[in-house]
């Protein structure tokens, strides 16, 4: 049974930094992608960022590339995002997800059958 569990999040001012953790276990096996998804009062659900376990390898979203980076601890199975440079923009539930994803698809939530339980983040002076 796949389990994800989420750390992380709060409030913080325009241009802060926050970290949000994501510990995953049950897979089989190494080879699948973490990443988080987020969605913001009223809008829809979006991607993020996505890291793959087996080899590290990170996928962005145009809206954070610059300003947040993920990681992942193989031996903890745990991914982290770190955020820097916050907007008010980024004020949103953040969601992390797992799965055997290809990488090429890694922004593609319905591909997810795996998913944390959510963490708020709020940017606001």
């Known amino acids: 049974q796949v389990e994800l569990v989420e750390s992380g999040g709060g409030t913080v001012q325009p241009g802060g930094s926050l970290r949000l953790s994501c510990t995953v276990s049950?897979?089989?096996?190494?080879?699948?992608?973490i990443g988080w998804f987020r969605q913001a009062p009223g809008k829809g659900r979006e991607a993020v960022a996505g890291v793959h376990n087996s080899d590290g390898s990170t996928y962005y979203a145009d809206s954070v590339k610059g300003r947040f980076t993920i990681s992942r601890d193989k031996a903890t199975h745990t991914a982290y995002l770190q955020m820097n440079g916050l907007k008010p923009d980024d004020t949103a539930d953040y969601y992390c997800?797992?799965?055997?994803?290809?990488?090429?698809?890694?922004?593609?939530?319905?591909?997810?059958?795996?998913w944390g339980q959510g963490t708020q983040v709020t940017v606001s002076s």
């Open positions: 997800v797992a799965d055997n994803v290809l990488p090429a698809q890694w922004y593609v939530q319905a591909l997810y059958d795996y």
């Open positions: 049950g897979f089989a096996r190494d080879y699948y992608l």
